[in-house]
């Protein structure tokens, strides 16, 4: 899972590790600044990649153009399945754009 700093709680980190699930998240400023202040007792930083975390600008990205028809942004289709198909077919104009 990757995530910005808003989910870079110690409870949350502590769930996702409890579940086995692997994560990239910043630390935040203040949670940085006052583990230091607390010495040995504020444990070890938490583990952080920032070559996996700059690859999450890609898929925040693509969200943003799939953001950009209505339909999708809005969810005007009731079913999940209809939903699925207006993204696909919203991915498929976003690639042949690209061409």
Same mark, same amino acid.
């Given at each position: 899972?990757?995530?910005? !700093?808003? +989910? $870079? @709680? &110690?409870?949350?980190?502590? +769930?996702? *590790?409890? *579940?086995g699930i692997a994560h990239t998240i910043p630390e935040k400023d203040d949670q940085r600044k006052?583990?230091?202040? *607390?010495?040995? #007792?504020?444990? *070890?930083?938490p583990g952080f990649d920032r070559e996996t975390y700059r690859r999450r600008n890609t898929v925040? &990205?693509?969200?943003? &153009?799939? !953001? %950009?028809? &209505?339909?999708?942004? =809005?969810? +005007?289709? !009731? =079913? %999940? =399945? @209809? +939903?699925?198909?207006?993204? @696909? /077919?919203? @991915?498929? /104009?976003?690639?042949? #754009? $690209?061409?």
């Amino acid at each position: 899972m990757i995530a910005d !700093k808003a +989910y $870079s @709680s &110690r409870g949350f980190r502590g +769930y996702l *590790r409890q *579940r086995g699930i692997a994560h990239t998240i910043p630390e935040k400023d203040d949670q940085r600044k006052h583990r230091r202040n *607390r010495g040995r #007792r504020g444990g *070890r930083p938490p583990g952080f990649d920032r070559e996996t975390y700059r690859r999450r600008n890609t898929v925040e &990205r693509c969200f943003n &153009r799939l !953001k %950009a028809f &209505r339909g999708i942004a =809005t969810r +005007y289709d !009731k =079913t %999940a =399945t @209809s +939903y699925e198909a207006a993204v @696909s /077919l919203a @991915s498929l /104009l976003l690639w042949a #754009r $690209s061409l």
